[in-house]
Structures are given as structure tokens and as C-alpha cells.
């Protein structure tokens, strides 16, 4: 078995899409020659956003995991300006900015960079470059975000070389959709953007989730780091469908459901118009639009807006399993991707969840995006701009009349290619390339 060492800040008990990435790949290298040894940060000294403890039945016996402390000026932060007014990814929590969520974006956006996590970095430096001898190791793998955890790889490539380092990208570091809500300054902008150009001119591989993002990395740093960069997109774990076995779907009326977290910049104000003009001109259609994994206060308001709120359901957030009922239970499922710089890049994890699942989905956000091509390559439903509710409403009356009756199940063609064993079987090549010795 060859040794590999894979970095990561969220790891179990934390939740969310990116656990479930480098989870995955933990779980099924193994299959194609790889042991990896697992380097994240203590959750004692960690500012997770989300938890979910049932994560760590999937992760393998047999693995070394090595946490460390950490620093977290969140932690600070929010002891100051209280919880609600810091920051979080994406900014799932906010709607209208204060001065106190101005000044704590400001700080985030100017005096935390790359992010507010940097505090980890020196600690898991030093872990690291423990391991990589303990362990023989010479590849590494360091997913990212939070993009600080990039910087431990400048410092293992300082030491050793020869290391191969391979950077894993799940999100855009300089231009992710809400930069401008940190109200960066030219300074910072340069900071960040010289760390970035660092660190992959710097890796021997780097893994982004879509060919958007890959584009994007070309365009700015040239031909030498396009031909480093490979596509491996998130997934979908057959044994988690299996585990939840057969769920029946939702009785009387036809359900969409939405699981995650949605932030106003979702812009989701479409769907309730669709909604309403679906059920005005199709007698006897009964919708439910139901929201799972947060408190949507945002949401709510647009829902009460539009007169709809009577056909929403809201649940908060729910373990992994259950997560994935919810999908199976719903006759049609919800993709919102946020408007901002860079939407079309934006793959999010639950659009190949939703896709293992096989139910229609509905997706709101750009018709030529990275997201938008990928439920065409399935036949998995379709992508709607903003200005298209009345073509929504035709499409969503259209799948009511048929999911009420038939099997929901779709795009079963090429749903394989996004099955997190052969996912992983993509990393395997890259973190040890055809010929590499063992370590």
C-alpha cells in the first residue's frame, strides 16, 4: 500500500458538503493500493459551522486520524460581536448588513487572510512534517476550503521538495460569489491573490470540482498550471442509498424539497412565482415546497411575500441519513445556485446526492453553468434563470402529473461517473501517478 497523507479542516464531527468529499476518498482509496493517514484540526479548538456525529461511522477503522489545536479568531470574534453578527461561508445567515456585521466582514475581509482560519496553519505544519516521517510519506493531499490550509503544503514544499503535493480546490479562493460582501481592499486583494498564485504554481497536481473552475485557474496562471489541473467532481456513495433503503414518497401533495443551507444572494423569490402560477392554472395541483437543513428566516420572508408561505414545510438540520431521506421522500428536488461573481463554477455537493437519488431536479441559477451541464449529462431535469417563471411552472406542473403516478426515479445513464468509488479510483492516479515507487 502506498502512504498518503490528506489535510483537511473539516473532517467528523464537523458536517457539510466538504467533510463528505475528503470522507470519501478516505474511505475508498484504500480499494486502489492508497492508505491515507488523515491530518485535521481538534474540534475542541475548531469553529465548525455545522455538526453531525453520525459522519464518523463512515470513516475506516483502520485509518490514522491526527488532530491537533488551533487558534480561532472566530472564536474571538464572536465573543465580541456575538455569534450572528461574524461571517459565516457563503453567508448563510444574512439578509440586510449592520454596522456590527459590516465591521465583522470588514475584519474577516482585510485582517484574515487568506480566511479566519489561519490559526490552524503552524499547528498542523508542524503535525505534518511529524508524520511525513513517521509515515514515509511523499504524496500530499490538502483540500481546501478553508484556502489557509494551503499554506501548510508551501511549508512541507520548502522541506521536502521532492513531496508531491497535490492541491484540492472544492470551492474558488479569490473569486468565490462573495467576495465582494467582505469589502475587501487592494492590499488585501493582493495578499490573498499572491498566496493563491503560490500555492498552485507551487503543487504538482491540483483537483478542482469543475471545468469552470479549471478554466478559470488557466486563464490567470497559464498553460503550465492548466495542464496540472484535473476535474473530480463531488459525488454520490451508493452504500449510503443502500443504507436508507426504500423510502416512500411524500402522500397528497407534490413535494420539492430543498436540503441546505440558502443565504439571500440564492435569490430563490423565482421559485414562489412558479409555484403560484403552476397551481393557478392546473386545477386540483397540490404543492409543497418543503426546506430542510436551517432556519431560512430569509426564505420565510420571501415565501410570506408571495402569498406561499401556507404551502412551505421547514425542517432544521438533520444527520447525513436522514438528509438523504429527506431527497428520497420528495417528488422533485430543489438546486438553487447563489447569484455573484463566478455562479457558473459553482458544482454544490447535494446536486450529485440529488442525483443519486434520481429524483427530477429542479434547478434555479445560469443555463450554461457548470451545475446546469451536469444535470443534462444525466437527463437528471432541469436549469431555470430567474426570469423564467412561467416556464418553470409549466415544467414543475408537467413532472407533477407524472411523478403523482409513476416512478420518479431518473437519470439512471451516467449517474456512475459521479459514484464516489470511482471518484476516488480519479484521485488514486493523481496522488500516485503510474510508475511512483512505494513509500
Known amino acids: 500500500m502506498k502512504r498518503v497523507l490528506i489535510i483537511t479542516y473539516y473532517w467528523p464531527p464537523s458536517g457539510g458538503a466538504g467533510v463528505q468529499r475528503v470522507l470519501k476518498f478516505v474511505k475508498y482509496l484504500p480499494e486502489f493500493g492508497v492508505r491515507p493517514v488523515v491530518l485535521t484540526v481538534d474540534p475542541s479548538h475548531a469553529s465548525y459551522s455545522t455538526l453531525d456525529d453520525s459522519l464518523e461511522a463512515d470513516v475506516p477503522r483502520d485509518v490514522r486520524v491526527v488532530r491537533t489545536p488551533s487558534r480561532e479568531p472566530l472564536r474571538m470574534l464572536m465573543a465580541i460581536a456575538g455569534r450572528k453578527a461574524v461571517p459565516s461561508g457563503g453567508f448563510a445567515d444574512s439578509g440586510k448588513v449592520g454596522s456590527m456585521q459590516r465591521i465583522m466582514r ?3 475581509g482585510n485582517m484574515l487572510i487568506p480566511d479566519a482560519r489561519r490559526g490552524w496553519v503552524r499547528y498542523a505544519l508542524q503535525a505534518a512534517e511529524r508524520i511525513i516521517e513517521e509515515e514515509e ?7 481546501s476550503p478553508p484556502h489557509s490550509a494551503q499554506l501548510i503544503g508551501l511549508g512541507l514544499k520548502e522541506r521536502w521538495p521532492a513531496m508531491r503535493l497535490v492541491v484540492d480546490l472544492r470551492d474558488p479562493w479569490t473569486d468565490i460569489f462573495f467576495v465582494n460582501e467582505l469589502f475587501q481592499g487592494e492590499r488585501a486583494k493582493r495578499r490573498n491573490a499572491a498566496w493563491e498564485a503560490q500555492v498552485v504554481r507551487k503543487a504538482d497536481a491540483i483537483t478542482v470540482v469543475g471545468p469552470s473552475m479549471k478554466q478559470s485557474l488557466a486563464e490567470r496562471y497559464g498553460a503550465a498550471v492548466e495542464a496540472k489541473t484535473a476535474v473530480i467532481t463531488n459525488g454520490f456513495d451508493r452504500e449510503d442509498l443502500e443504507r436508507i433503503g426504500t423510502v416512500p414518497l411524500a402522500a397528497e401533495r407534490f413535494r420539492i424539497t430543498y436540503v441546505g443551507t440558502m443565504a439571500h444572494s440564492y435569490a430563490p423569490e423565482v421559485l414562489f412565482e412558479a409555484a403560484r402560477c403552476a397551481m393557478a392554472t392546473n386545477t386540483g395541483l397540490k404543492l409543497e415546497l418543503r426546506f430542510v437543513g436551517g432556519e431560512f428566516p430569509q426564505v420565510r420572508k420571501l415565501a410570506e411575500a408571495a402569498g406561499m408561505d401556507v404551502c412551505c414545510t421547514w425542517q432544521g438540520q438533520v444527520p447525513h441519513d436522514e438528509a438523504l431521506r429527506e431527497m428520497a421522500a420528495a417528488h422533485m428536488l430543489l438546486l438553487v445556485i447563489p447569484q455573484g461573481i463566478g455562479e ?3 458544482l454544490t455537493g447535494k446536486l450529485f446526492e440529488y442525483i443519486g437519488i434520481g429524483r427530477p431536479i429542479l434547478g ?6 457548470d451545475a ?3 444535470i443534462v449529462s444525466c437527463g437528471a431535469g432541469r436549469m431555470f434563470g430567474r426570469g423564467e417563471a412561467a416556464a418553470m411552472a409549466t415544467w ?5 402529473n407524472l411523478g403523482m403516478t409513476l416512478d420518479t426515479s431518473i437519470g439512471r445513464d451516467g449517474r456512475m461517473q459521479y459514484e464516489r468509488r470511482t471518484l476516488a479510483g480519479r484521485m488514486a492516479a493523481i496522488l500516485v501517478p503510474e510508475g511512483a515507487g512505494n513509500a
Open 364 to 369: 434555479i441559477g445560469p443555463a450554461h453553468g
Open 396 to 400: 414543475i406542473a408537467e413532472q407533477a
Open 372 to 374: 446546469a451541464a451536469v
Open 106 to 108: 470588514w475584519v474577516r
Open 137 to 143: 510519506i511523499e504524496s500530499v493531499l490538502i483540500s
Open 344 to 346: 457558473e463554477r459553482i
